[in-house]
């Protein structure tokens, strides 16, 4: 009679648990693979160089953080990394993770990869978790019901920048982008914010990449004279917006531009999903733990892969599943929230699996401020403020 009672007073999902654990049961596998493309472009600072273990460290320690859990619900997370070479196939590599067990995929690749990744696995049950690529197509276009994104939009970045600049009253804008075409969609996304929260872009300019080193290169002496030239008898403006993801040029901007302004986007005032600086609503003891175990700080892709795993870890202990089908439902469901050291509790978009996030908008050394700004609002949720909303989505989830 006694077990009877003492069995039903323990219930829900911790209780079959701690039944399990002491019945012997062996624990729970959930398999995730983190697949990784390599960053082979030569960055302006050494400081931004990528890391060997970038994105695949977050993970780690999100796994780490859910098998904490997992002592008492029984669970254990396995994480396999899988490098894709720069002209490897995604597709391939995602049928191979498939053929082993692994349906929780966490990736790290180009818009295009990613993609050929989703589409391969659609059809052996995969769930992909995006948690590097910015493009706006994945969340529109060609958004996926397979496929969740940690990773902001390009949208998100400049939603969450330009409500800072137009806080501080700095609306009048100069546009300088680089020649690749990703600078251009970053560009892109500058325009409509500047659109929708009432800034004006007074010029555009574009930054000609003519090849060769970026450090080797671009010396002290060059940039110094380049980058007034590049500047100079600008309208007036406020503020110098760098659309340079490319890397070739945002960083060398602040200090030298032909008038005395400040910078933001690709240089000086970054906006951003996480930051090694970053350490308010505890985020230091993250930092923390991350350096002690990688000895190296803890960068955005890491951040984006921590939260992936940590998605997949929540959904997991609720369910009480390893099944990816009711992962989905769960994590597209009312009772999925996410606690991630930014100050609120993060959520998924129900029409692209976009997930809510602050932006950080940092210099390098400090956070200057995090969007939403006061005074933004929205009927459902302020985060909502940055990036495309539900009545201006082309996403059909397929």
């Known amino acids: 009679m006694k077990h009877k009672i003492w069995r039903a007073a323990l219930g829900g999902l911790f209780g079959a648990a701690l039944l399990a654990n002491a019945a012997g049961a062996e624990p729970l596998a ?5 697949m990784r493309a390599p960053h082979t472009r030569e960055t302006i600072s050494i400081l931004d160089t990528p890391a060997p273990d970038d994105t695949l460290a977050g993970a780690l320690l999100g796994a780490e953080d859910n098998n904490t859990t997992g002592k008492f619900t029984n669970q254990s997370f396995d994480v396999r990394d899988v490098k894709i070479a720069a002209d490897g196939d995604a597709a391939k590599a995602a049928a191979d993770l498939a ?3 692994v349906k929780l995929v966490i990736a790290d690749l180009p818009a295009d990869k990613f993609l050929a990744a989703v589409d391969a696995g659609k059809a052996a049950g995969m769930i992909f978790f995006n948690a590097s690529a910015t493009d706006e197509s994945l969340r529109e276009e060609n958004c996926r019901a397979n496929a969740f994104h940690t990773a902001p939009s390009r949208a998100m970045l400049a939603d969450g920048l330009a409500q800072y600049l137009v806080w501080k009253q700095w609306k009048k804008w100069l546009l300088i982008k680089g020649s690749h075409p990703e600078d251009e969609l970053l560009a892109q996304a500058y325009r409509e914010s500047a659109r929708k929260f009432g800034a004006k872009i007074v010029e555009e300019r574009t930054y000609t990449d003519t090849g060769g080193g970026r450090r080797s290169d671009s010396g002290s002496i060059q940039t110094q004279r380049q980058m007034p030239v590049l500047t100079q008898q600008a309208p007036s403006y406020d503020v110098l917006i760098a659309a340079d993801e490319s890397d070739v040029f945002g ?12 910078v933001a986007g690709s240089g000086g005032l970054v906006p951003t999903s996480w930051d090694p600086a970053h350490e308010q609503w505890g985020a230091l003891q993250l930092q923390n733990r991350f350096m002690k175990s990688f000895n190296r700080t803890m960068r955005a892709r890491d951040a984006q892969a921590w939260t992936a795993m940590r998605m997949i870890g929540e959904a997991a202990t609720r369910t009480a599943s390893a099944d990816p089908q009711k992962i989905a439902a769960f994590l597209t469901g009312p009772d999925f929230a996410l606690a991630a050291f930014k100050g609120e509790r993060l959520t998924l978009r129900s029409w692209n699996h976009q997930l809510r996030q602050p932006i950080l908008l940092s210099d390098g050394r400090t956070i200057v401020s995090v969007s939403p700004q006061e005074g933004f609002l929205h009927q459902t949720s302020a985060l909502d403020t940055l990036g495309k909303d539900k009545p201006e989505t082309k996403c059909v989830l397929k």
């Open 30 to 34: 959930v398999k995730v693979g983190v």
């Open 99 to 101: 053929a082993q067990g």
């Open 251 to 262: 960083l060398y901007l602040p200090y030298r531009t032909w008038d005395a302004r400040p």
